[in-house]
């Protein structure tokens, strides 16, 4: 009888021991998802962004570089895509009854010029966070993206901070 | 002892003076706002003496609203803002006209929104960028009521420039070639707007979307833009800071990343226009009553910075 008792409550520390370990990861993740996401669309970044990606360090290389590689996701791609048509429509609308604000410009045309920025910020700011976190690893993803066809605003970014890790 | 005659008389009598009793204990002093553009609910913010000088930023919406007995007292902050779609922001302070009577009424009168001027340079993109910015911008403002309404000066197109990076800390490159004019907010689209972004031990700089200058401030720099880039840099040179939750969200104008920003605050509205060091009052566009109201300071003077409406 002792000894089930014994054995039950030590399976209940076990149990709470994994379930503890199960779900540390999990929120790790959450957190470091976050901070990337801060970082590479922070519009003047001057809340420490750029210092909580060099404080989480190493860990944060690999995901920079995936970053820089391929952009923002494709879900990012149309949440941002659905947003900007948003807030297209709402100017337009907008300016039915205020001459003063017009719209010069298509929905399309106003979609693919803001996208293009949002994609261009996001990978300048990939590799600039390679390069905060430096070492050899980051040096080496970021050798590798200045020979891929990516734009020429973050090709510049990735030549300029290649050169300041030199 | 009374006919049946007197007796209706007598009744009718008591009638009229039951209901003129009801009616002066319901009545209240009233604020009348006046010459308003637009049909919009306005939101007023009501400071004062009731029966303590305890009336702290009470909100109400109309346009003839009864707010009590008001009482004047001259140790108590007494004053009114008034917020409205097609309006510009008014704030009357101090009010001395409540009385100890509760039939005072204030009236306040409203006045068109207040025209910004804003000078642009386009070194980079297209000149249609700006349009439809400041017309964005323009949408957030007056749909927030606060108060404002930016005027595009004809854009200079420099195009032609070799300048193709602009920062705060190095201003005077852009400057010599365009200089800038005084009094009045200059917008300056660049192909590149970098800031000093501190990483670890190092100082590096970074591409951002735009920036105010604070060292300058009527500067603004806009690069790799978002929809909401310059109404969010307008909004730092009329004062305001970055907002965070959990008191804000990211739909909130001054929130720091590239999301979809729509929303000011009663508290942004007020500080935007009230603010001693405001581009409006700085520049001499606003006459009226200022004040400093950093956006974490709240006493009787200077709402919670979250103030907002509350659902009708």
Redesign the interface.
């Known amino acids: 009888m002792e000894s089930n008792v014994i054995a039950a409550m030590l399976l209940l520390i076990l149990g709470t021991g994994s379930m503890g370990c199960a779900q540390s990861p999990q929120p790790r993740i959450l957190r470091n998802d976050a901070v990337l996401?801060?970082w590479l669309?922070?519009?003047?970044?001057?809340?420490?962004?750029?210092?909580t990606?060099?404080?989480a360090g190493q860990s944060m290389v690999s995901p920079l570089a995936e970053a820089l590689r391929a952009g923002p996701t494709q879900d990012t791609l149309d949440g941002t895509r659905r947003?900007?048509t948003?807030?297209y429509q709402?100017?337009v609308e907008?300016?039915k009854t205020?001459p003063?604000?017009?719209?010069?410009?298509s929905e399309r045309e106003?979609v693919d010029?803001?996208l293009e920025?949002?994609i261009?910020?996001y990978q300048?700011?990939a590799a600039?966070?390679l390069?905060?976190?430096?070492g050899a690893a980051a040096k080496d993803e970021l050798t590798k993206a200045s020979a891929l066809p990516l734009r020429q605003?973050v090709l510049t970014?990735v030549r300029e901070t290649l050169q300041?890790l030199q | 002892m009374f006919s049946r005659r007197q007796r209706r008389a007598l009744l009718i009598g008591l009638l009229v003076v039951l209901i003129a009793l009801i009616w002066y204990l319901r009545t209240e002093d009233r604020i009348v706002l006046a010459s308003q553009t637009g049909s919009d609910l306005p939101v007023i913010l009501l400071d004062g003496f009731r029966s303590a000088c305890d009336v702290d930023d009470e909100m109400h919406r109309g346009t003839n609203v009864g707010v009590g007995n008001m009482v004047r007292d001259d140790n108590c902050l007494s004053e009114i803002a008034v917020f409205a779609q097609e309006n510009a922001m008014n704030l009357t302070t101090p009010v001395v006209t409540w009385t100890t009577s509760s039939t005072d009424v204030v009236t306040v009168s409203e006045a068109a929104l207040l025209r910004v001027p804003v000078k642009v340079w386009t070194l980079s993109g297209i000149a249609n960028d700006a349009v439809v910015h400041v017309s964005k911008t323009n949408e957030i403002y007056n749909k927030m009521r606060a108060g404002l309404l930016f005027e595009r000066d004809q854009t200079v197109d420099a195009t032609q420039t070799t300048i193709t990076v602009a920062s705060c800390e190095n201003l005077t490159p852009l400057e010599m070639a365009y200089p800038p004019v005084p009094q009045k907010l200059n917008v300056y689209y660049v192909p590149r707007v970098t800031a000093p972004v501190t990483g670890g031990t190092a100082t590096m700089t970074t591409n951002v979307n735009g920036r105010w200058c604070a060292n300058d401030p009527n500067i603004i720099l806009i690069g790799s833009f978002a929809p909401e880039t310059l109404a969010h840099e307008l909004g730092h040179s009329l004062t305001l800071d970055h907002v965070a939750g959990p008191a804000f969200d990211s739909t909130n104008l001054m929130w720091p990343l590239s999301t979809t920003r729509t929303g000011l605050s009663i508290g942004q509205a007020l500080r935007i226009n009230a603010n001693q060091q405001s581009a409006i009052n700085r520049n001499g566009i606003r006459a009226g009553a200022t004040r400093t109201c950093p956006d974490t300071q709240t006493d009787a003077r200077c709402p919670a910075l979250a103030t907002g409406i509350p659902p009708l």
């Open positions: 996401e801060a669309t922070c519009e003047e970044c001057t809340n420490g962004e750029l210092e990606i060099v404080r947003r900007l948003g807030a709402s100017m907008y300016a205020h003063d604000a017009p719209v010069p410009m106003y010029r803001h920025n949002f261009v910020m300048s700011h600039t966070g390069g905060a976190i430096g605003p970014v300041r």
